[in-house]
Nanobody, 125 residues
Framework: QVQLVESGGGSVQAGGSLRLSCTASGATNNTHCMGWFRQAPGKEREAVAS????????YYTISVKGRFTISRDNAKNAVYLQMNSLKAEDTAMYYC??????????????????WGQGTQVTVSS
């Protein structure tokens, strides 16, 4: 089993930045592609970004391209989401997720096997 723990959320004014972190523990050899999702009140969970095992390929939802950057440090079993130029519409609970199968990656909710508990991001305008 794999446990994912997110941190770094908080409240920030529009235009500000936050850096989210997610650390995996347990059977970390089962974590390959990792991603970030978010869910705002009353809305469905949506993909934000994902990154493959080696970090060579990244995927972003169009609304965050150019503002958010996903990265990972495999030595620390960690994935990060640098969020710049934050907007009020970025307000949501942000979740870290991991895929157990190698060579599978993307932003499809269905491919992710492990999920964290989430960290809240609130952007005030």
């Amino acid at each position: 089993q794999v446990q994912l723990v997110e941190s770094g959320g908080g409240s920030v004014q529009a235009g500000g930045s936050l850096r989210l972190s997610c650390t995996a523990s347990g059977a970390t050899n089962n974590t390959h592609c990792m991603g970030w999702f978010r869910q705002a009140p009353g809305k469905e969970r949506e993909a934000v970004a994902s990154i493959n095992t080696g970090g060579s390929s990244t995927y972003y939802t169009i609304s965050v391209k150019g503002r958010f950057t996903i990265s990972r440090d495999n030595a620390k079993n960690a994935v990060y989401l640098q969020m710049n130029s934050l907007k009020a519409e970025d307000t949501a609970m942000y979740y870290c997720a991991a895929v157990s199968r190698p060579l599978v990656c993307g932003t499809n909710f269905a491919i992710f096997d492990y999920w964290g508990q989430g960290t809240q991001v609130t952007v005030s305008s």
